[in-house]
């Protein structure tokens, strides 16, 4: 059975850089074709997807956050990890770590995704 668990601090403050790690199990995130993303839905808002880190440890990033986001990841622990810098009030979402195939760029659903997380709640605020 596949497992993703988001982890990190649920409370950021302005101008830090938020970081959540996902722990994937029942699956290598080295497994050819697959891809492991991030996606955020804002209170009273859509899902937004992030950036994703693929099999082969290439980064794929939104365009809109590109400049502040960073994916990397721990083979040895099957992690993944996001970095969102300079984070503002606006920031302030349910963080989730979604994975499979193939790479997906949009999101209308998380179950669009072969496998997700539960999401963590994160705010930004002093």
């Known amino acids: 059975q596949v497992q993703l668990q988001e982890s990190g601090p649920g409370l950021v403050k302005p101008s830090q850089t938020l970081s959540l790690t996902c722990t994937v199990s029942?699956?290598?995130?080295?497994?050819?074709?697959?891809?492991w993303s991030w996606i955020r839905q804002p209170p009273g808002k859509g899902l937004e997807w992030m950036g994703a880190?693929?099999?082969?440890?290439?980064?794929y990033l939104s365009p809109s956050l590109a400049s502040r986001t960073s994916i990397s990841r721990d083979t040895s622990k099957n992690q993944f990890t996001l970095q969102l810098g300079s984070v503002t009030p606006e920031d302030t979402a349910v963080y989730y770590c979604?994975?499979?195939?193939?790479?997906?760029?949009?999101?209308?659903?998380?179950?669009?995704?072969?496998?997700r997380g539960q999401g963590t709640q994160v705010t930004v605020s002093s």
């Open positions: 029942g699956v290598a995130i080295t497994t050819s074709y697959y891809y």
């Open positions: 979604a994975g499979g195939s193939p790479l997906r760029t949009t999101v209308n659903g998380l179950n669009e995704f072969d496998y």
């Open positions: 880190i693929a099999y082969s440890g290439s980064t």
